[in-house]
């Protein structure tokens, strides 16, 4: 491996390194003015301000300190275009590369905040914001699910209040991705899976904050309207009271922050142990004044059943009972009896339209077809016979064995092939000499070729 020369003379330390840097970039550049996009603004206590400018390309960290930002004449926010003028450094306990700023003008709003706001304005003409379309929150869900990064503070703040406030509710985290490009499929996806599983009462979009940048997979048409197509009442909680995205407008309630979503969707439990406190007190009031008043009501019922002893009215049911009693086997005898007399009546007219004589008609008929088909069967079986033996003796005039037995034989060679010219075998070869009754084998001496 070349070794690099190394003398004291080429050495820089970082400090050093460092503001060598600055003092090109400062004397090389001067005061120049850059045109972008604000992100990532952040405000000190000390009154500066912290943000980086971009492009479609690149981003460039800026600063501009209180004595100069004292003099902006607008409030800058994430997504606005702006113009600003400064110069180039270096931030030397960190070595960043940086701008500071010293003017800034306002050119107009940002691309992302101008796609915020035709996504917004469609959106609204569609009536995705309407109230009308909005789900209230249940009181007390059961089943509460968290659509939020699995690894992010916006989860951990929404736990703590929700076992703080609500442990009986049983959770269920559906993981997404909430930046970057796979944010919005994956929000989209969970939504639907959410949907069709239906296993929880409410759902909370959440994300902690951050800038325009990084909270825009909420403002995206197709979270938007996935949460419209939502079944389930949906609270969203992103970013910081500050950040307004498109799913908090879209969303069945809006909460400034994670963890103020927590709290609209869990009822406090102190106030509710009070609250059902209350109601056993009113209950047990209510059941005493129920009580007392049954109670009275019974003992003057029982009063008027002393005044009217049913004794009497039962000898007078009795009574009643056995007249219709009677009524009844009389009712009962008088039925049967009539409907013996249809029942003699209808064997008289079956005995006279019985089926019998027809049945011995029918089996006569029967009994002279079966002997006519008999007659017809033995006169085709004779003529067939007589047909049979005519075809045999033809076939018998005609076959080979009858050829055979007048003395006649068929000379075949060992593969069965028929001779029928002397050219077809040679002397000394075996052949096969079929005869009426047997074969017999036989060696060829002599070969006698017919003439031409």
């Known amino acids: 491996m070349e070794q690099i020369p190394l003398t004291l003379d080429n050495v820089y330390t970082v400090s050093d390194l460092n503001s060598e840097v600055k003092w090109l970039l400062d004397t090389q550049f001067g005061s120049l003015w850059v045109e972008g996009e604000i992100s990532n603004l952040m405000r000190a206590r000390t009154g500066h301000m912290y943000f980086s400018l971009k492009d479609s390309r690149s981003q460039l960290r800026c600063a501009m300190f209180r004595n100069d930002n004292r003099r902006v004449q607008f ?10 003028r400064g110069r180039l450094g270096i931030y030397e306990q960190r070595g960043d590369y940086q701008m500071v700023v010293d003017r ?3 050119i107009g709003v940002g691309a992302l905040q101008q796609k915020f706001e035709e996504t917004k304005r469609r959106l609204h003409a569609e009536g995705l914001f309407d109230e009308n ?11 509460i699910g968290l659509i939020t990064s699995p690894t992010g503070a916006a989860l951990q703040d929404a736990l703590n209040v929700l076992r703080r406030r609500y442990r009986c509710a049983e959770l269920i ?4 991705t ?3 490009e796979q944010a919005v499929p994956s929000i989209v996806k969970m939504l639907g899976i959410a949907n069709r599983r239906a296993e929880c009462d409410v ?3 959440m994300r902690g904050g951050g800038s325009l940048e990084d909270l825009w997979a909420f403002n995206e048409e197709a979270v938007a309207r996935a949460i419209y197509a939502s079944k389930l009442p949906i609270i969203c909680g992103v970013g910081h009271e500050v950040d307004y995205s498109i799913a908090d407008l879209v969303a069945d309630v809006r909460a400034p922050t994670p963890s103020a979503a927590a709290e609209m969707v869990s009822p406090d439990q102190s106030k509710l142990q009070l609250a059902v406190a209350n109601m056993q007190r009113r209950l047990s009031r209510a059941v005493m004044q129920s009580s007392e008043e049954h109670t009275a009501y019974l003992r003057k019922l029982a009063r008027r059943l002393d005044n009217h002893h049913p004794s009497q009215r039962l000898r007078q049911r009795a009574q ?3 007249e219709l009693d009677m009524r009844l086997q009389r009712a009962a005898q008088l039925s049967v009896s009539k409907a013996n007399s249809a029942l003699g009546h209808l064997q008289h007219r079956l005995r006279n339209i019985s089926p019998q004589r027809e049945l011995s008609r029918r089996a006569d008929k029967i009994n002279l077809c079966h002997s006519r088909l008999l007659q017809a069967f ?12 005519s075809d045999v003796r033809a076939l018998d005039t005609v076959s080979p064995l009858n050829t055979l037995a007048r003395g006649y034989a068929i000379v075949q060679s060992p593969e069965g092939e028929v001779i029928t010219n002397a050219t077809q075998v040679s002397s000394d070869q075996q052949i096969e000499v079929r005869i009426a009754r047997g074969t017999l084998g036989a060696t060829v001496h002599r070969v006698d070729p017919a003439p031409d």
């Not at 985290?173 to 997404?176: A, G, I, Q």
Request: hydrophobic share 40%; proline share 10%.
């Open 75 to 84: 409030t800058p926010a994430d997504g606005q275009k702006i113009l600003v």
């Open 378 to 389: 033995n006169a085709q079986f004779t003529a067939a016979k007589v047909r049979l033996a």
């Open 320 to 322: 009643r009972c056995d």
């Open 173 to 176: 985290v559906y993981p997404v």
């Open 104 to 106: 800034m003008t306002e």
């Open 133 to 143: 379309s909005k789900q209230p929150l249940p009181d007390f869900p059961k089943r």
């Open 178 to 180: 909430v930046q970057g």
């Open 203 to 205: 759902l909370m979009l």
